[in-house]
């Protein structure tokens, strides 16, 4: 073994072997080191940050929003190349901040809710007119001023009527010779008769044997004089109305109706009103008859119910504010989302459905819609049962499917249209300013949304708001809420401005926050829609 060792070339030949093997210990863990230093470096480079106020805003490395200065958040990649290249995709955290809540769609049993405006009025059949049946002069009124109440038989004026005098001396011959000729006498007091005086009245001047220079005019009907047509002193021939009487026992409750509405009211169909006037009144009636015309002016026709009224609570001119449940069974175990998950664009109207998974990603889906169901919408087609779509916060994913040039609500092609700046990306223009830093962009598609206030009450005014909004060129769709006195439009704001809107709006008789309904229109609407405190 010593003579191995002591040979110089086996000395020299291990030692390059242990030379060499320790060139390999050092040098590989270096690579593996540098490969795996490479390979940290290109996943931190492949990920993404974001904005969670503005998702649409895309970095490859952590820092501040260009538009907020908040901290960018790292954006989830899982599921990414699944995820459809037309989606939107949110951060959790993003949905959060923004709001955006969604539902998952079901069937239902479709109830059509109508809210009607009208008011008391007295009903027409019991409306009567006290005429005097003789010709003369008023000698006296024994009613003299409207509101007041009659009573069948009650004495209303004392006239005198030379033709009832003369009527009363004929009454007095002819009774000498009834026996003889009764035909005379019967005319005689038939004559009277026809001029309304009761058996009472002629066997008392019969009796007595004097003629009554004046003669009572009594009530044939009870009621309410509604006007009083005479004064003392005046002359009145026969036929002539002295008051004017409504019997207010049984009273009408008219209400307006759009012609929208009227094929969900039918005669017979029950309605819940309650009367402004009368605080915690509560009031069940039957429709009896809907008006066959519309009004060429409001657009709406009369609806009316006729109710008992004991006590006389109901008086003509109250308010009254009714509710119609109605049944669509044509429309039975079909879908029904809510009002706030529809974007309308006035030829189109389109929801926001969220794809399957914990991710809040979303595309965009056009949809057929039924009736209107106050704060909801029959579907007719483009969903199914089962789906999840976003109900609250669908104006948010809108607008960052637009900035991001994906199919959304005014551009159902996608793509974004230059508008001539280069906002949100970090890099210079051709001009070399960066303006990253804008804090207002401007959407791509030329699409804009925003809040206006308008003065209102009821849901007249909400159609008459949305229709002078609509009506405007440009304008894709207007939703205006009585709660808030918010109107949201949506407009093309190369075709027009929010002032324009604000224009056509107070022209129809409603105040915005910067126009001012003329005085001369605002007193044409109806008394419901009334909003100015004077």
């Known amino acids: 073994m010593k003579k191995i060792f002591s040979n110089q070339t086996f000395r020299y030949i291990l030692f390059g072997a242990a030379g060499l093997l320790l060139g390999w210990a050092l040098f590989h863990t270096s690579s593996q080191k540098e490969e795996a230093h490479d390979h940290a470096a290109e996943e931190a480079k492949s990920e993404i940050w974001t904005c969670s106020m503005h998702p649409h805003i895309r970095m490859d490395e952590p820092g501040k929003c260009p538009i907020c200065a908040m901290d960018l958040i790292p954006v989830s990649q899982s599921g990414g190349a699944e995820m459809d290249a037309t989606a939107i995709h949110f951060t959790k955290e993003a949905a959060q901040l923004a709001n955006v809540m969604t539902s998952v769609v079901s069937t239902q049993k479709p109830v059509k809710e109508v809210r009607l405006y009208g008011k008391v009025e007295a009903d027409e059949r019991l409306l009567h007119s006290q005429v005097s049946f003789l010709s003369g002069r008023i000698e006296k009124l024994m009613v003299n001023f409207t509101g007041e109440t009659v009573q069948k038989g009650q004495t209303l004026a004392i006239i005198y009527s030379p033709d009832l005098v003369t009527a009363q001396q004929e009454l007095l011959e002819a009774a000498k010779t009834k026996d003889s000729q009764p035909e005379i006498y019967e005319a005689a007091k038939e004559k009277l008769r026809q001029w309304k005086l009761t058996e009472t009245q002629i066997s008392a001047i019969e009796n007595s044997g004097q003629v009554k220079a004046n003669m009572e005019i009594t009530a044939t009907s009870g009621g309410i004089v509604t006007a009083r047509r005479v004064n003392n002193g005046d002359y009145v021939s026969q036929g002539s109305v002295l008051y004017d009487v409504s019997d207010l026992s049984r009273v009408w409750v008219q209400f307006d109706a759009y012609e929208s509405d009227l094929p969900f009211l039918k005669k017979g169909g029950k309605i819940e009103f309650t009367i402004q006037a009368l605080p915690g009144s509560a009031y069940t009636g039957t429709i009896a008859f809907i008006d066959p015309f519309i009004d060429p002016v409001n657009r709406v026709a009369k609806v009316r119910v006729e109710m008992g009224n004991p006590g006389g609570k109901l008086k003509p001119?109250?308010?009254?504010?009714?509710?119609?449940?109605?049944?669509?069974?044509?429309?039975?175990?079909?879908?029904?989302?809510?009002?706030?998950?529809?974007?309308?664009?006035?030829?189109?109207?389109?929801?926001?459905?969220?794809?399957?998974?914990?991710?809040?990603?979303?595309?965009?889906?056009?949809?057929?819609?039924?009736?209107?169901?106050?704060?909801?919408?029959?579907?007719?087609?483009?969903?199914?049962?089962?789906?999840?779509?976003?109900?609250?916060?669908?104006?948010?994913?809108?607008?960052?499917?637009?900035?991001?040039?994906?199919?959304?609500?005014?551009?159902?092609?996608?793509?974004?249209?230059?508008?001539?700046?280069?906002?949100?990306?970090?890099?210079?223009?051709?001009?070399?300013?960066?303006?990253?830093?804008?804090?207002?962009?401007?959407?791509?598609?030329?699409?804009?949304?925003?809040?206006?206030?308008?003065?209102?009450?009821?849901?007249?005014?909400?159609?008459?708001?949305?229709?002078?909004?609509?009506?405007?060129?440009?304008?894709?769709?207007?939703?205006?809420s009585a709660e808030t006195k918010l109107l949201h439009v949506s407009f093309d704001g190369a075709k027009t401005n929010i002032d324009a809107i604000q224009k056509a709006i107070a022209a129809v008789g409603h105040d915005t926050e910067k126009f001012k309904a003329p005085d001369e229109v605002y007193k044409t609407l109806p008394v419901c829609c009334f909003y100015r405190n004077n």
Request: glycine share 12%; aromatic share 4%.
């Open 317 to 480: 001119g109250m308010f009254a504010t009714g509710l119609v449940n109605a049944n669509l069974d044509e429309y039975n175990n079909q879908l029904v989302i809510p009002r706030s998950a529809v974007l309308w664009t006035g030829k189109r109207s389109v929801v926001y459905v969220k794809q399957p998974g914990e991710e809040p990603i979303f595309h965009l889906r056009e949809v057929e819609l039924g009736p209107a169901l106050g704060n909801s919408y029959v579907v007719i087609s483009g969903l199914a049962d089962g789906e999840e779509i976003v109900t609250e916060g669908a104006f948010s994913v809108d607008a960052a499917a637009q900035l991001e040039g994906k199919p959304s609500m005014m551009n159902p092609a996608g793509g974004v249209v230059s508008t001539g700046h280069n906002h949100g990306t970090g890099e210079p223009t051709a001009g070399g300013e960066d303006h990253s830093a804008h804090q207002n962009q401007t959407v791509s598609t030329g699409g804009e949304h925003q809040n206006i206030k308008v003065s209102g009450n009821c849901e007249m005014c909400k159609d008459r708001i949305e229709t002078a909004a609509k009506s405007v060129a440009g304008v894709a769709s207007a939703d205006w």
